[in-house]
Every structure is written in C-alpha cells, then in structure tokens.
C-alpha cells in the first residue's frame, strides 16, 4: 500500500483538545477508507511565513499514512470543506520514517538547550 506523509495547518483559536478532535477524524475517515495511520505529530502553535485568511500563526500537525489513493482523495476532500483547516499537503513517500521528523527533533533540540527565547544563536 502507497505512503504518504500529510501535513495539515489548522485555525489558531483552536485549542490543543480541538486540533487532536480533528486529527482523530482524520484517523477514523482513513481506517474507513482502508488506510491506516502509522503515525501522528502535533508541532504545536507556530508561526506562519505569511498570512493566511488574515491568520498569523497555525497548529501543525503531521499524519504519516499507508492507505489507497482514493483514501488520500476523500481526506483532501474533507479539509477543503472543513473550516478549521487553513491548508494542507500530502507528499507521496517510498517508506515512512520511524524516527521523529526534522521539526519535532528541533524543537526538542531548542528544549534541551533551553530555548530561543533565552539568548544564543
């Protein structure tokens, strides 16, 4: 079954519980479609290189999927119609990783040395 790496940037104002809602519905229309999701990772609140339906900043949040096309057509379909979804990208991938992304190992990077915000470069 194909793989694919779909990434998704949802409303500001929603709160954590609210974006881990959606990303579960996302979860179950796959498992309906006959996909499986290996895999999820919440980014958190960051900022955006521009604006957005005059939003500065979006919950990211990454789903790493084996499922059949027409699954990957129909959860595309879904965030087009949501309102809740600013945009989304869905790569096509050999095999998933299973190591954290490069995002989700900076930031725990940025952690351990403690912060940006905390002087240093």
């Known amino acids: 079954m194909p793989a694919y790496e779909h990434v998704y940037l949802a409303r500001p ?6 974006v881990e809602g959606l990303t579960k519905a996302m979860t179950d229309l796959i498992a309906e479609q006959g ?3 290996k895999g999820t990772e919440y980014w958190g609140l960051r900022n955006i290189a521009y604006r957005i339906q005059k939003n500065r900043k979006a919950h ?3 789903l790493n999927i084996e499922a ?7 959860l595309e379909r879904q965030a087009a119609i949501s309102e809740d979804v600013l945009r989304w990208l ?3 991938v050999e095999a998933l990783s ?9 930031s725990e990077k ?8 905390e002087g240093g470069f």
Do not use: C, F, K, N
């Open 13 to 18: 104002d929603l709160a954590p519980a609210q």
């Open 35 to 37: 996909g499986e999701v």
């Open 60 to 62: 990211y949040v990454l």
């Open 68 to 74: 059949p096309p027409a699954a990957i057509r129909e």
């Open 90 to 92: 869905t790569v096509r």
């Open 98 to 106: 299973d190591e954290p992304s490069p995002m989700l190992r900076r």
């Open 110 to 117: 940025d952690r351990r040395r403690g912060g940006r915000d």
